[in-house]
Structure formats: C-alpha cells, structure tokens
C-alpha cells in the first residue's frame, strides 16, 4: 500500500518533517518530493512563500492498521499494549489496556466493533484489497460467543417448544452473525435480521410445515 501526503513548513526541512511526522517513518523509509522551495518575504514579512513536499512510503495493511489503530487509542486517551496476528486473508489485532478493558468495548462489544468498522472503512478506502481486520480486547469476543451461543440455543427451545417467534435485543453484525451460524443446523427454526442500520434485532421463528424442507425456506440476513 503507498501512501502519499503532501506538507508545508517555512523552509523545505520543516515541510519534510511535517510530512514524515504525518507518515509515521522516518526519513530513509520515505520518498521526498520538493513541489515549492519556499521564499523569504520583503524584511521576512511581505511576499513570502511557504516551502511545499511530497512524501510517499510503502506500508502494509498490517502497519497501516497498527498506525491507525493506535492512533484512534491514543486519541481516545487509551494505554494500549498490540498484539497482531497476520493470517493469508485476516489480520487479528489484540487489545491489551491498562484496566479499562471495559470502557473500549463498551455495552455489548458496540464500542470495539464501531472502532473496527471505522477502522477497516479507513483501510478498504486507501486499498479496496487491504485484508479484513478484527479487534478482540483481552479475549472478550471468545467469551461474548460462547455467551451467545448458549443463550441463542434457550431461545430456539422456548421458541420451538411455543411454536412462536421471539425476538433478540439489537445486536451488531458480529453477534448476528453467530447467532444465524449458531441456529443454521437447527432445520426447526429459522432465523431473519430485521431493523436499519448496523445494530439490527434477530428474529428466531418456528419453521412453518415442520422440519421438512425447512432448509429451502430459511432466511438468513445479516
């Protein structure tokens, strides 16, 4: 991935550490472009022009991701610790803080999974084949999928057993998607996502006609 930024400075060498400061690298691991040599005004004031560069660097997902990232954190006045696992298509970034592990996931994981949109939004618009992140805060989603998958299957049998539909609270797209994967086995309900936006509810319905060609019929939107 190549990123290209553009700065100004009173002299050509603070425009070149403006731009290296905006790259996050040092200067051997940049291209340096001079667009405008910069002139000194009538006594230093009057008819002055800034100096102007272009600096470009080779960056992977993965630093650019790591970048981005801690800058949110850092923004977000978070002390983070990272640790990133590359895979062939993935990139898992695991979130250590200090003691407010709580805070950066917030109500039902909503405050990590909007950082993730955020920052997988920001990846795909400077490379639409930068490879997908996910961000986990000291193993939370692990934890968030088994509790899911438990309550998930209680629904389904109270569903089953009233032969009624209920509906879940809104949840992101992380946690439909386990729910609809958790209930694509169970051929006697059926599982559809309802509502606008990115935090959306799930409705669990009885499959009408019994269990045979349920299959066919099965609606799965995440």
């Known amino acids: 991935m190549n990123r290209t930024v553009e700065a100004t400075g009173r002299d050509v060498a603070e425009a070149t550490r403006k731009a290296l400061r905006k790259l996050g690298v040092g200067r051997k691991d940049a291209d340096v472009q001079i667009l405008e040599e910069g002139r000194k005004g009538f006594l230093g004031i009057f008819g002055g022009a800034p100096a ?3 600096a470009a660097c080779d960056e992977s997902t993965r630093d ?3 970048t981005i990232l801690s800058t949110v954190l850092r923004l977000m006045t978070f002390s983070s610790q990272l640790h990133i696992n590359e895979e062939k298509n993935s990139i898992q970034i695991g979130i250590e803080t200090a003691g407010a592990d709580g805070l950066l996931i917030g109500k ?5 999974s909007a950082i993730e949109y955020v920052l997988n939004r920001m990846l795909q618009r400077e490379n639409n084949k930068s490879k997908r992140v996910t961000l986990d805060v000291s193993g939370y989603k692990s934890k968030r999928e088994d509790f899911l998958r438990k309550k998930v299957l209680s629904l389904a ?3 089953k057993s009233a032969k009624k539909e209920l509906t879940m609270e809104p949840l992101n797209a992380a946690d439909r998607r386990v729910v609809h994967a958790v209930l694509k086995a169970d051929p006697a309900v059926e599982t559809r996502s309802v509502g606008s936006g990115r935090v959306k509810s799930i409705v669990v319905a009885p499959v009408k006609g019994g269990k ?3 299959r066919r019929r099965r609606r799965r939107r995440s």
Request: charged share 30%; proline share 0%; hydrophobic share 25%.
């Open 157 to 159: 049998k109270q569903v």
């Open 108 to 112: 039902g994981g909503n405050t990590l």
């Open 64 to 66: 650019r991701a790591e």
């Open 212 to 214: 045979s060609g349920s």
């Open 52 to 54: 102007k560069v272009r």
